[in-house]
């Protein structure tokens, strides 16, 4: 089978991974006491008493193993392309498993995606475009140790302001923005990963495993109270969008990879992603407020 197949069925199989363990996460976070940031150990010793949040967590760590596999046979932006049509899987999993209900606007947006997906697919040959393995340590230091920063201050300002009991209640999106820069990082460093491996020594080297550590420590901690706080169907695609756009841009020039040279191909490459990437960015941000039934209202005596 080529490698770009490997590659596709790989993208496939991590969203999949990805969409089953934010689900079962989810679900388990449901039935836990409110857990917080400010309080890292007892939210760790609180999740891994939940044999349901474990099984999600295997699950994602599972697809951190199918995107090295993903990485190694494609282009960044044409896994990007393809990373976000796991936002269908999420939406029905959340819709069957959550209750969480899918607005026709929402239906609208996995249409569209789907149409995404299949342009970016439509893009790949085998063969006639090569894929970055490596780039220099201070260009990945300078892409990424800001990014982290500021996740964790626009992190650190969503809590802030949600402590504030005047404020309305917080719509998600500046959650799913600062955990999407931790998880774009962790994105860059998965490629960094797989572009050294097998060599142990050259790995331990490079800033890749670290950058691992710091994004895995920071975003398990922050993604949990998230997902408590926050729609699963609302958080995580705001939370792909920006892991998606940041990886395809910065990653594609940190790492050299460049676009189709064919004009259909390249036209296919880069409305697939831009578009995908808009869907995500104009689907609704916030929950539409149900309206209460009115109150039976006793009739007069001249009323039929």
């Known amino acids: 089978m080529p490698a770009v197949a490997w590659g596709v069925g790989a993208a496939l199989l991590a969203n999949t991974l990805y969409s089953v363990g934010f689900v079962l996460e989810k679900r388990a976070l449901t039935r836990l006491p409110e857990v917080s940031v400010r309080r890292p150990a007892h939210l760790l010793r609180q999740v891994v008493t939940s044999p349901l949040w474990l099984a999600g967590s295997i699950a994602l760590a599972s697809g951190f193993g199918a995107q090295l596999a993903v990485y190694r046979t494609l282009p960044i932006a044409a896994a990007q392309g393809i990373f976000v049509s796991g936002l ?6 959340s ?7 899918t607005s026709g606007r929402e239906r609208y947006a996995i249409a569209a995606i789907l149409a995404a997906l299949l342009m970016v697919v439509l893009s790949l040959r ?60 962790s994105s860059l460093a998965i490629k960094g990963v797989s572009g050294v491996l097998p060599d142990i020594p050259a790995l331990f080297a490079s800033p890749y ?84 039934d009115p109150e039976p209202r006793e009739l007069l005596p001249n009323e039929p």
């Not at 650190?156 to 923005?177: D, F, I, K, N």
């Open 88 to 93: 269908v899987l999420l939406l029905l999993l």
């Open 95 to 101: 819709a069957r498993l959550l209750g969480e209900r």
């Open 126 to 185: 085998q063969g006639s475009e090569s894929v970055g393995q490596e780039s220099p340590a201070p260009l990945i230091l300078l892409v990424c140790v800001p990014s982290l920063a500021a996740g964790l201050s626009l992190y650190a300002s969503a809590e802030r302001r949600a402590r504030h009991r005047h404020r309305l209640p917080t719509t998600g999106v500046e959650y799913g923005v600062a955990v999407g820069l931790l998880y774009g990082v």
């Open 209 to 292: 495993p670290y950058l691992l550590m710091c994004t895995g420590a920071f975003g398990l901690v922050m993604s949990q109270a998230a997902l408590q706080r926050c729609r699963a169907s609302l958080i995580v695609p705001v939370c792909t969008t920006v892991t998606c756009l940041f990886t395809a841009v910065l990653g594609t020039l940190a790492f050299g990879e460049s676009l189709p040279q064919e004009p259909v191909r390249l036209a296919l490459r880069v409305t697939g992603t831009a578009l995908a990437v808009a869907v995500l960015l104009l689907m609704p941000k916030h929950d539409t407020p149900t309206q209460p």
